[in-house]
């Protein structure tokens, strides 16, 4: 993994809306044995260019061994629960999230850019 953040408690929840309002952070929900969360990750593995979106903190939750707290991530940001799915949040709201093959690295870098423009 390109340094994410593993997500296992719902106290680094809490600290990730606070994150948020000093920079983006980005949750990647992944389901371990599903073929579709694995080539969605791999995706984002292979085009992830941390220099393009360096300010961008970018966690990362095994729902399968957590799945209370993907529970709880779908109720917090008033998200249907998917998977895989990400999550963009900015200033403790989620701004953007998709999932399955809608995840794409060039679109959350639009995402990104199109914050650090507002």
């Not at 995706?43 to 961008?56: F, G, H, P």
């Not at 957590?66 to 109720?75: D, H, P």
Request: charged content about 25%.
């Amino acid at each position: 993994m390109n340094n994410w953040t593993p997500l296992d408690t719902e106290a680094q929840l809490e600290a990730i809306k606070q994150e948020s309002h000093e920079r983006p952070v980005l949750i990647f929900k992944h389901s371990t044995r599903c073929s579709i969360s694995a080539t969605a990750w791999a995706r984002l593995e292979r085009n992830w260019k941390k220099e393009e979106i360096s300010r961008v903190k970018p966690y990362y939750l095994d729902l399968l061994s957590f799945r209370s707290l993907s529970n709880k991530i779908a109720q917090e940001f008033s998200v249907d629960h998917e998977s895989p799915q990400i999550l963009l949040i900015n200033r403790g709201e989620c701004v953007y999230n998709a999932s399955h093959f809608d995840i794409s690295f060039d679109t959350i870098k639009e995402q990104v850019s199109a914050l650090e423009a507002a």
